[in-house]
């Protein structure tokens, strides 16, 4: 009996090892399978968001939510990352043999007015390393042109209070934005103009001739989100940057309550960029009912578009040989940043 037991016992041992060889297999194997599966979503995503937004908007309405929403949901964060790195999509870049305006406020003139919906009353007002259309009649700017050189010179001090602009007989106070439900949203941002120029430059953004109403969501993630990139991310790789940025009036007359201040439909931005001889132009626009975790690059829009929605002429003294091309195509991705610049990108969206 000891001995046939004895026997038993390795049949016992190899078939238990039997068992493990044959589960590691089915591990390894449905690893790999999980792995190519992943891989291929991220892929067709990716594609799949690359595409303009007319088409996007088009061919998810199209297709049944089962498939739609999944591709968004991972192709947003994977394209994301790749157009970070450099690695998929593609700008709006042309050469310009013209030195790049290193230290003044605009690259190509302030924004001239072309028609509707753009009012017939703006007025620029100079605040320094920035300036304002100004539109009496709404409340709020139309445009608003700022510049941010690539290295920064100060830290970001505490925040002002915002302040009434005694220059501007129809500058709204504060206490005119209290319960409205909207953000007191800057234009010209408080931390790039902080970072650059310092303490006497922050203040001035915090005047109301500087602020225009903005629902929390827009402004607080997207619109957020897109100042910290030019501030943080885009100077450190592409140098200087020129913005223009402002708010499309309201088309149904909505106003803040007892105020007149015209509650705007949307919001834009328009970034350039010079690289020795490469210009680099990218457009960006955005409702006021964005969602809170929207990405960015969902809002691109090529200049030429923007035009048609603002009533305004942007970039107005650069040659019509650059400006044409330059205006009428649509990047796929919003710029690249430095590659040791990937995870603080990452870390702005969770900020």
Same mark, same amino acid.
């Given at each position: 009996?000891?001995?046939?037991?004895?026997?038993?016992?390795?049949?016992?041992?190899?078939?238990?090892?039997?068992?493990?060889?044959?589960?590691?297999?089915v591990?390894?194997?449905?690893?790999v399978v999980?792995?190519?599966?992943?891989?291929?979503?991220?892929?067709?995503?990716?594609?799949?968001?690359?595409?303009?937004?007319?088409?996007?908007e088009?061919?998810?309405?199209?297709?049944?939510?089962?498939?739609?929403?999944?591709?968004?949901?991972?192709?947003?964060?994977?394209g994301?990352? !790749?157009?970070?790195?450099?690695?998929?999509?593609?700008?709006?870049?042309?050469?310009?043999?013209?030195? &790049?305006?290193s %230290? #003044? $406020?605009?690259?190509?003139?302030?924004?001239?007015?072309?028609?509707?919906?753009?009012?017939?009353?703006?007025?620029?007002?100079?605040?320094?390393?920035?300036?304002?259309?100004?539109?009496?009649?709404?409340?709020?700017?139309?445009?608003?042109?700022?510049?941010?050189?690539?290295?920064?010179?100060?830290?970001?001090?505490?925040?002002?209070?915002?302040?009434?602009?005694?220059?501007?007989?129809?500058?709204?106070?504060?206490?005119?934005?209290?319960?409205?439900?909207?953000?007191?949203?800057?234009?010209?941002p408080?931390?790039?103009?902080?970072?650059?120029?310092?303490?006497?430059?922050q203040?001035?953004?915090?005047?109301?001739?500087?602020?225009?109403?903005?629902?929390?969501a !827009?402004?607080?993630?997207?619109?957020?989100?897109?100042?910290?990139?030019?501030?943080?991310?885009w100077? &450190?790789?592409? %140098? #200087? $940057?020129?913005?223009?940025?402002?708010?499309?009036?309201s088309?149904?007359?909505?106003?803040?309550?007892?105020?007149?201040?015209d509650?705007?439909?949307?919001?834009?931005?328009?970034?350039?960029?010079?690289?020795?001889?490469?210009?680099?132009?990218?457009?960006?626009?955005?409702d006021?009912?964005?969602?809170?975790?929207?990405?960015?690059?969902?809002?691109?829009?090529?200049?030429?578009?923007?035009?048609?929605?603002t009533?305004?002429?942007?970039?107005?003294?650069?040659?019509?040989?650059?400006?044409?091309?330059?205006?009428?195509?649509?990047?796929?991705r919003?710029?690249?940043?430095?590659?040791?610049?990937?995870?603080?990108?990452?870390?702005?969206?969770?900020?």
């Amino acid at each position: 009996m000891p001995a046939s037991r004895k026997r038993k016992s390795p049949r016992k041992k190899r078939s238990a090892k039997g068992k493990k060889g044959y589960s590691r297999r089915v591990a390894g194997i449905t690893a790999v399978v999980f792995a190519v599966f992943m891989t291929l979503w991220a892929a067709i995503g990716s594609w799949y968001v690359h595409h303009p937004r007319r088409w996007l908007e088009r061919h998810s309405e199209g297709l049944p939510g089962i498939l739609a929403q999944p591709l968004l949901w991972i192709g947003e964060p994977v394209g994301d990352l !790749l157009d970070a790195m450099g690695l998929a999509g593609h700008d709006a870049v042309y050469e310009y043999d013209v030195e &790049a305006p290193s %230290g #003044e $406020i605009t690259f190509a003139g302030v924004p001239q007015r072309i028609g509707p919906p753009a009012p017939d009353d703006i007025v620029v007002i100079d605040k320094g390393e920035f300036k304002v259309g100004w539109s009496p009649s709404l409340r709020h700017p139309v445009w608003c042109a700022y510049h941010v050189p690539a290295h920064s010179s100060f830290e970001a001090g505490k925040r002002p209070s915002f302040m009434k602009d005694r220059t501007v007989a129809t500058s709204p106070t504060s206490s005119n934005y209290d319960k409205s439900g909207y953000d007191r949203g800057h234009m010209v941002p408080n931390y790039a103009i902080a970072t650059r120029f310092g303490a006497e430059m922050q203040r001035n953004t915090f005047f109301m001739t500087n602020i225009a109403p903005q629902s929390p969501a !827009l402004n607080r993630g997207v619109w957020r989100e897109v100042e910290h990139r030019i501030a943080d991310l885009w100077t &450190a790789r592409w %140098g #200087e $940057i020129w913005v223009i940025v402002g708010a499309i009036p309201s088309a149904s007359g909505e106003t803040l309550s007892n105020s007149g201040i015209d509650v705007p439909e949307k919001f834009y931005q328009v970034m350039v960029a010079q690289e020795g001889m490469d210009v680099r132009a990218q457009a960006v626009v955005y409702d006021q009912s964005v969602g809170w975790r929207a990405w960015p690059t969902r809002g691109l829009v090529t200049i030429d578009e923007l035009e048609q929605m603002t009533g305004l002429d942007f970039l107005p003294e650069l040659p019509e040989f650059i400006q044409s091309p330059l205006e009428a195509e649509l990047p796929s991705r919003l710029w690249p940043v430095r590659f040791r610049d990937i995870f603080r990108k990452i870390a702005i969206r969770f900020k």
